[in-house]
Structure formats: structure tokens, C-alpha cells
């Protein structure tokens, strides 16, 4: 059979979604947040809420965001995005609200903001992509930088006697009666970008039922960052990131 | 027996040549193209279009969601 008669719309089996726009994202080549947005857009349109949801892009490589989901959204100063998706709840409580956020963002200059937006329990999702670097500012250390990982400031790997531990923030948030969902994903394999799809869908179902705060955490690269290629990135990850920030489900009620 | 066959289209112009899609895929139908794109990526294309079977892997994981797939079962005569 030739390729140009399997091409065919009754054969389709997967394409982009509606909610994707156009736009040619900014990121890197092989960046995880193309991927996150894909699978957001897809659980947006699949529970038909995409004049229902609103979203609080970053400051970090993110802070684009809106360019790139057909949906409401409103950017956040740096680190503040769970702080303006509680207020856009309180006024909008129908509304499905999520902050987006990096590593720098939520466990750096926004650790205060993502601590007590849990803790309070504010009806939104959070989805935390944590590279483990600043990306957008050309590659400095983040709280979550691993012990011993080379950054634009660790030239010669975090020192952890003078910059501290790397932050499990995720295990922290599951200790704060807040959170109904507290889960960490990955996106390099396409069975992991179908499980963290499951579970954005059920964070979002979650804010439909009004459980209270779901946090999904996403394991990811920085290919610019970390100085690797994509596909080099997602084996340091697989190598270095999984051991220290093991996948599963730390909570869900 | 039924066999599987399956297609994909990549948007070129849209394609960064991350090579993601490429190492993902289970049945080496893809590779990065030589030639470059406006942008200057080697774009993804199926260099064994035979070998594919649908599964949809290289568009799951495409971060620039420029990959459509589709699939066919074909019945043995
Ligand atoms: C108040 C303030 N402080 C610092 C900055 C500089 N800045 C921009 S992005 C960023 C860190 C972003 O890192 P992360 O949240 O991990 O996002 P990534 O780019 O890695 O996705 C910093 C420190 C800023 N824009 N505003
Ligand atoms: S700098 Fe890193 S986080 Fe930012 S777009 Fe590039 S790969 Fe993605
Ligand atoms: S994953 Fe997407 S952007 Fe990357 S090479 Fe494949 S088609 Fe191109
Ligand atoms: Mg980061």
C-alpha cells in the first residue's frame, strides 16, 4: 500500500490539538515545556473546558505560555503565579485555574507564594516543571539544581556546604493538608507523556470537584542548559534526576 | 492475519530536528533529514515509511506537536 493512501483523513490517528495554536513555540529544540503544553491542551480539549480555563503563566522560559494554548491567561510577576491563580479563583470559582511554573519560579523567589497556596488548599492546579535550572536567564543554579551539577554558577558542581541541599519541594507540598493531589511525572517517553496526561486530567477534574490544590511536578531537561543535545538530555535525566527525584504519586485523595 | 501500516506526516518548516521522535520511534521509520529546513533544522521524515505501524510515539513526544499520524489495517488477500 502506498504511503499516500494511508495519508488520509479517515485513517488519522493523531494530530496536533485544536487548543495548540499556530504559533511557532520559542523553546529550545527538544524543550519538555513543548511537550507539557501539548499534553495540557489535549486534556483541555478532551474535557471541553477551553472557555472555562484560565491559566498563570511564569517568569522563566514559560512566561510565553499564552502564546501558545487558545485559552484565557494572565502572566504573573516572578514566582507570584500561585498567588494571582488565588485570586482569579476567589472571583472565578467556576473556572478551571492553573499555574504553570519552573523550578526557579516556584521553589526559588516563589517558595513563600507556592507554600501557602497549599496550604490554604486554593481549588487550582499547579503544574511545576523542574529542570533543575534557571533556563531563561542562560543556565544559573536553581534550588532543585542536583548536588554536585554543573551550572553557569557552579562551575564546578553545587557545593552543598555553601549553596545548601537541592529542594524536594514536591514532598513538602504533600505534607500540607491543602494538596489532594500531589504526584511527580516525566515527559521524555511517550508512555510517560500518556501517564503525566492522566494525571493533569484527573488535576483538572479534581478542580472541577473543588478538591482543593492538585501539584503535579514534571521531571525535566534543559537541553541549553545543561549543555547536552535533547535526546543526551533525556538519558542525564533518566541517569541523575530519577534517582533523586523518584516518579509516583505521593498523594491522591 | 491483518498487518498494520501506518503513515506520518511531519510539518516540516515547524520540525526543530530534536531527534526526539526519532529515538522514540520502536520501528527505526524516522530519521533527520540532510537537507535543512527555512530555520535551518535537518527536519524528521520517515526515511522507511514500511516499517511504520501507527503507534503514534514520535507525535506523543514531539515537543512542537508538528507530527500527524494515521494508520491502517490491511486484511491479507
Ligand atoms: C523579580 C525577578 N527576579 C529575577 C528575575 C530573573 N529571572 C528571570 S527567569 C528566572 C529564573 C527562571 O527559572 P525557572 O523558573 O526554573 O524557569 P525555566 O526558564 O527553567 O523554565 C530569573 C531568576 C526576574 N525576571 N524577576
Ligand atoms: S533554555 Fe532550557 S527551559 Fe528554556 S526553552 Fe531552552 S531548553 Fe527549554
Ligand atoms: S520530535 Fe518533533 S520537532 Fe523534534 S525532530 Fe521530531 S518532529 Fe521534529
Ligand atoms: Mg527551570
New binding site residues.
Partial sequence: MDVKDIIKEENLVYKKSAIITDNTMHYCPGCTHGTVHKVVAEVIEEMGIQDKTIGVSPV??SVLAYNYLDIDWQQAAHGRAPAVATAINRLYPEKYVFAYQ????LASIGCAEIIHACNRGENITVIF????????TGGQM?P?TLEGMKTATTPYGRDVKLAGYPLKITELIAQLPGTCLVTRESAESAVAVRKLKKMIRKAFENTGKKKGTSFIEVV?T?NS?WKLSPVESNTWMKENMFPFYPLGTMKDI | MAKIRGAVVVDKERCKGCNVCVVTCPTNTLSLAREVNSKGYNFAYMENPEACIGCANCAVVCPDSVITVYKVKLQDA
Fill in positions: 522563566g522560559c519552573g523550578d526557579g519560579d516543571i523542574n529542570n533543575a535550572i534557571y533556563g531563561m536553581a532543585t525535566s534543559c542548559g
